[in-house]
């Protein structure tokens, strides 16, 4: 069985050795600043005792006054899991991208800010992907008013 | 793991997807209306004109039996044609001996699947380059009203005769074979229908 | 004295034959070798995620199925775990003996329509694709008398299946699985070793390993390039824990490999269906649940073992009956994530053979 591992256990080890990072901790997953997300990205990627070095996908959800994104990491060797969740606002939607960490956010990461408009700085190639340029707006938005 | 190792393009792709999703806008703002049924072979005179020449009667037969379609298959409509098309419901006894992958060959254009606004302008560019004479059979929901998606019309186009005329309708998500081989029947006794004196528009 | 080329762009167009769906690529290419490549999708958007805000949690279920439309029983059958995970429904046993007879037919259907598809693209035209479709009628027979449609269901609900099969059910299908093995041991005799199709999918493509760990590919091109990932061995979901399966994997990553991955998964399907026949019970096949699901608040991601790869609902609920946020993880859109490395070096022949062999369904890949 793939083990979920539980976000407050993992955020109390994080805070040791990235204080100051995590905004919020939960048994299902653990909440980071923006700022601080790919050093703790590449130290759960590299630490042998984690190893993710899957990632699993990656998605947004609006929640009105803010944006939060997901990324559900996965260990293929050891058979473990973790949610990271990230946040940005709402009036500047700009994250860090992780594409040079794991290959599987490109895609996912153009489609995110096709469908909800957040940037993610890094990326070689941020543009819409499944709508066409010159789209009026980002349809995955809670304010998005149809056509 | 490296990303983005040095692209060797020699077009921009910024300026493509500009240009392309201009066109796909004006062909938005331009398709508010769907395009009429052709519907010339209801007319008065050939409701009345009961003998149609031996002729007409000729050219008809020959283009109903041997209908081309082309190749459009965007989504799970696609599926059902290609069961029909195979060995079991086979469609080439009715003449549709091939599927041809180039326009310029086809007469049939059986639309299986949803068509979005982003390949509407494809869709009506391969309509175009059909020769004429040339038919449109709109398969299943999606063909007709946009389907189970219309409510998500920021990309759904709702209803190819919004974009081609369509001659024959075929419902059902996805139509049986036995259906898609039934409105196909309905389409050539259209067809048989027809008169050369009166093209189509 | 050298030639000087220069390198031009095309359009390997969205209306294709061969590129199994409204995919596009922009190649350009040096002579007939690709350098670079370019894929665009998004040609199929219908905006799913968008609809599953404004449909209840039961009627999502026919708009899973319009997902990944060769195999719309496990996309059916992933929704529900995930919204019977996240509400805490327990399934009655005799409703998951039948849903993992249903998805391992299943998986054997699309896994034809995959190895037919990609034999056509290899060049021998239709024959194999003809005799895969005929088997594949057979199993629509049976799916047909399970839930009266053949291609898209609708008939996995949440807390269980809609109705139970007929009684002519399985006997029928005791009868397909009587004859199937003989019908795969037809088409390896004439394809296992043959040499055109050796010399044209043996070290096509390679994906490595840890390109392939790294681009997130999952199902049978995971397993092509040699992990042993298979979720129904690794997170058994269902019951699938207590069935004897192997896990086929490749050596080295290429198309050839890919493919004798999807044949090995079908024979080790008829094994799992068999014994499910075996040990499936009596029963009722739907939990008592209200047609308007309110779970509580909170998220979850649930996970299946596709033919195409991994699938996951990753669905945010605010005890509302429509979902909140609804994400799916499509694996024909991660798989496509490392194309470019597959593709480049090879002719245009051999990249409609690759992307074949990747096996991707448009529908998933732009939801």
Known sequence: MTIALPGKEIADKLAGKFPGTIIDSNPGWFTVKSESLIPVATFLKEAPEYDFKYLTYVTAVDYFDHFEVVYQLTSLECNHSVVLKTTCPRDNPVLPSVVGLWRTADYQEREIYDLMGIRFEGHPNMRRIVLWEGFPGHPLRKDFNGT | MEVGSVRQRVYSDKELDQAEGAAIEALKAGSQQPIPDPDQWLEEELKRNILLTTVDAMINWARRNSLWPVVCFPACCAFEFITTAASRFDISRFGMEIIRASPRQADLMITAGTLTWKMAPNVRRIYDQMPEPKWVIAMGACGISGGIFASASYAVVPGYNRIVPVDVYVPGCPPRPEALLYGIRQLQKKIAKESLAKRKA | ?367
């Open chain 3, 1 to 367: 004295m050298a030639l000087k080329t220069e390198p031009f762009a095309l359009n390997i167009g969205p209306a294709h034959p061969s590129t199994h769906g409204v995919f596009r690529m922009r190649a350009t290419l040096d002579g007939e070798v690709i350098v670079d490549v370019e894929p665009v999708f998004g040609y199929l958007h219908r905006g799913v995620e968008k609809l599953a805000e404004q449909r209840t949690y039961t009627g999502f279920i026919p708009l899973t199925d319009r997902l990944d439309y060769l195999a719309s029983m496990s996309n059916n059958m992933a929704y529900c775990l995930a919204v019977e995970k996240l509400a805490g429904i327990k399934v009655p046993e005799r409703a998951q003996y039948l849903r993992v007879i249903l998805s391992e037919l299943q998986r054997i259907a699309s896994h034809l329509i995959a190895v037919g598809g990609f034999l056509n693209d290899c060049g021998a035209f239709m024959t194999p694709i003809l005799y895969m479709l005929r088997e594949r009628e057979k199993i629509l027979d049976l799916f047909e008398m399970a839930s009266g449609q053949r291609l898209t269901y609708n008939f996995m609900r949440i807390g269980g299946v809609s109705q139970d099969v007929p009684e002519e059910f399985m006997p029928a299908l005791g009868k397909f699985m009587a004859q199937m093995p003989r019908f795969i041991d037809e088409y390896e005799q004439l394809l296992k070793e043959n040499e055109i199709l050796i010399a044209r999918s043996k070290g096509v493509g390679i994906l490595p390993k840890d390109l392939a760990i790294n681009s997130g590919a999952s199902g049978p091109v995971l397993r092509g390039s040699g992990v042993k990932w298979d979720i129904r061995k690794a997170d058994p979901y269902a019951i699938y824990d207590r069935f004897q399966f192997d896990i086929p994997t490749g050596i080295m990553g290429d198309s050839y490999d890919r493919y004798r991955v999807r044949v090995e998964e079908m024979r080790q399907s008829l094994r799992i269906i068999k014994q499910a026949m075996e040990q499936i019970p009596a029963g009722p096949v739907r939990a008592e649940v209200h047609h308007l699901v309110h779970p509580p608040i909170g998220e979850v991601y649930a996970r299946i073992e596709a033919p195409k790869g991994e699938l996951g609902f990753y669905i945010v609920s605010d005890n509302s009956i429509a979902p909140y946020r609804l994400h799916i993880r499509a694996p024909s859109l991660i798989n496509l994530t490392a194309l470019r490395e597959m593709i480049i070096g090879w002719k245009i022949a051999d990249a409609i053979i690759i992307f074949g062999s990747i096996d991707i369904c448009m529908a998933e890949v732009d939801r």
